[in-house]
Nanobody, 133 residues
Framework: EVQLVESGGGLVQTGGSLRLSCTASGFTFGDYMIGWFRQAPGKAREGVSCISNRDSNTYYGGSVRGRFTISSDSAKNTVYLHMNNLKPEDTAVYYC??????????????????????????WGQGTQVTVSS
């Protein structure tokens, strides 16, 4: 059974930093794309950043590019989202999601899923991030 457990959310002031963690179990880590998505009240879900655990290819949504960094630690089966220079508009519930990589090379899964062309098959329970002004 695929399980994704997020941690690291909290309350931070504008300009501050947080690191979110997504610890995965129940599947072969290297065979999956894992990404971070967020949803603020009254807004549509947004792809924040995604990474392929096969080739470390990444994708970032336009609103976070240059401020957030995604990384993957296969020894710990964990994907991190390092968030810097946080803004009030980053306030949302952040979800970790995973999907098996496609059976073709260079399929562009991080872009495909984070840009909203597909929805990952497995999701975590979410962690709240609140940025105060």
């Amino acid at each position: 059974e695929v399980q994704l457990v997020e941690s690291g959310g909290g309350l931070v002031q504008t300009g501050g930093s947080l690191r979110l963690s997504c610890t995965a179990s129940g599947f072969t880590f290297g065979d999956y794309m894992i990404g971070w998505f967020r949803q603020a009240p009254g807004k549509a879900r947004e792809g924040v950043s995604c990474i392929s655990n096969r080739d470390s290819n990444t994708y970032y949504g336009g609103s976070v590019r240059g401020r957030f960094t995604i990384s993957s630690d296969s020894a710990k089966n964990t994907v991190y989202l390092h968030m810097n220079n946080l803004k009030p508009e980053d306030t949302a519930v952040y979800y970790c999601a995973a999907n098996p990589l496609f059976p073709i090379k260079d399929a562009g899964e991080p872009y495909y899923f984070c840009a909203g062309y597909g929805s990952p098959s497995s999701w975590g329970q979410g962690t709240q991030v609140t940025v105060s002004s």
